[in-house]
């Protein structure tokens, strides 16, 4: 397969924390042919160390065309103006999430995207990771009997969850209820660098077309405050038995993971479940290692379980590319897809309009909010109050408005990195 060559919109923080050591591991599927960024030191800067141009203007890139994808990674805010002029210009991309802050620029990202025939795809899919692709795999092979429902405590409210729970139902949500609440909290300083004096806490229940339901809440996903912290807890319920995750102590981010089963003799003896964990092969320096302990973003080779009718195991993906981390590798794999669906025409897992499917449950849950919890039904015919706020919010802050594409072309955020030595 040819390299696509791609280019980089965005020269920050995650563009160089992710996408710069990701890159290197996928340079049969792309080769990084520019970088784009209002800033034009910040440009200057990646471009030399990639050796490619560099462009401080988006349309002067376009009009070159020294790519014949993009990847964006840039504040939100610019998203729905960056994402629509390329598919005004018929140039496929990948958009780092979250798909933009209202619903509506959401919507049109998409519209704009198909009206073009443009590829677009949202990345940083929680369901690629490698636990959540094993238990996929083995709800396939009917492990725990028909799925038909996911509970999710503190894991990542919203887009990332939602997507675990498209792919679990494998069909559209129907409706969202939603209910918040706000408490005073000791002032602490978080990971985030960031003040904090309350604490927000907010649970939503979603139905799907199957009947497919699942229970999403989060207040504290840090963990701060002695909160369950990330990856949180996780559970699958099937007919026979379930899958679950639980997080292990506040710091690293690491977990537990287990097949639950009900043994055909229990069904009629109190229905008790016998958990089989799930066992993590870590690669490090050569060496291998079987643990229980499931690293967030560490160096998995291989996902196994010792079942009664022999064992299952889910090989990363990734592995062969030197990439073991289960965080770069759930990326990755989202962004060889986009490679083979410009290459190939494959379909891609998770397209723009899965995407706007979770950000119309973001918003159905907002609206759920003002309506002091009220059942919102999908599709939206309509935004929540505050998508209309949150414009107002960025018109004020940006001096433009946020949905004129060619004025939003040139609004630069102020750089928030530092450049390792």
């Known amino acids: 397969m040819e390299p696509v060559r791609l280019a980089l919109i965005g020269a920050g923080r995650r563009m160089r924390t992710v996408y710069l050591g990701l890159l290197p591991h996928l340079g049969d599927a792309f080769t990084v042919s520019a970088v784009c960024d209002p800033l034009e030191t910040s440009a200057n800067e990646l471009a030399k160390q990639l ?62 995207a198909e009206a073009h025939g443009v590829t677009m795809q949202m990345n940083e899919q929680f369901f690629r990771r490698d636990l959540l692709a094993f238990w996929k795999s083995l709800a396939g092979e009917g492990v725990i009997g028909e799925v038909g429902r996911a509970v999710c405590l503190n894991g990542h409210l919203g887009y990332h969850t939602n997507s675990i729970f498209q792919r679990f139902a494998s069909t559209l949500a129907v409706s969202v209820n ?39 809440s989060a207040a504290n ?39 639950r089963i009900v043994p055909d003799g229990m069904f009629e003896s109190g229905g008790h479940a016998v958990s089989y964990p799930i066992l993590a092969v870590i690669e490090k320096d050569g060496t291998e290692t079987t643990t229980d302990l499931i690293p967030y973003k560490g160096p998995v080779k291989r996902l196994l379980v010792r079942l009664p009718d022999g064992e299952r195991s889910y090989e990363n993906p990734t592995a062969a590319r030197g990439l073991l981390s289960n965080y770069l590798s759930s990326t990755a794999q989202a962004c060889l897809e986009f490679a083979h669906a410009l290459r190939a025409g494959a379909p891609l897992s998770y397209a723009a309009r899965a995407a706007l499917e979770s950000s119309a449950i973001d918003a159905a849950a907002a609206l759920s909010l003002e309506r002091n919890g009220v059942r919102v039904r999908l599709p939206l015919e309509e935004g929540p109050t505050r998508d209309a706020e949150a414009l107002d919010a960025l018109r004020s802050k940006l001096g433009v408005d946020p949905m004129d594409v060619d004025a939003m072309l040139d609004v630069a955020f102020p750089k928030n990195y530092v450049v390792a030595n």
């Open 221 to 259: 996903v840090k963990g701060a405050l002695g909160r369950c912290p990330r990856p949180g807890y996780l559970e699958i319920d099937g007919a026979r038995g379930a899958f679950a995750e639980m997080p292990v102590g506040p710091w690293p981010w690491e977990s537990r993971a287990e097949v």
């Open 51 to 112: 050796q490619v141009p560099a462009f401080k203007s988006l349309r002067d890139m376009v009009r070159a065309r020294p790519m014949e994808a993009a990847l964006i990674v840039t504040p939100s805010e610019t998203h729905h103006a960056l994402s629509v002029f390329l598919s005004r210009n018929g140039v496929p991309h990948m958009c780092e999430t979250p798909l933009a802050p209202t619903f509506a620029q959401a919507r049109a990202m998409v519209a704009e």
């Open 178 to 216: 939603a209910m918040a609440q706000s408490m005073p909290v000791q002032r602490y300083f978080d990971v985030a660098r960031r003040w904090n004096e309350s604490e927000e806490f907010e649970v939503r229940f979603l139905s799907f077309a199957n009947g497919f339901a699942a229970m999403d």
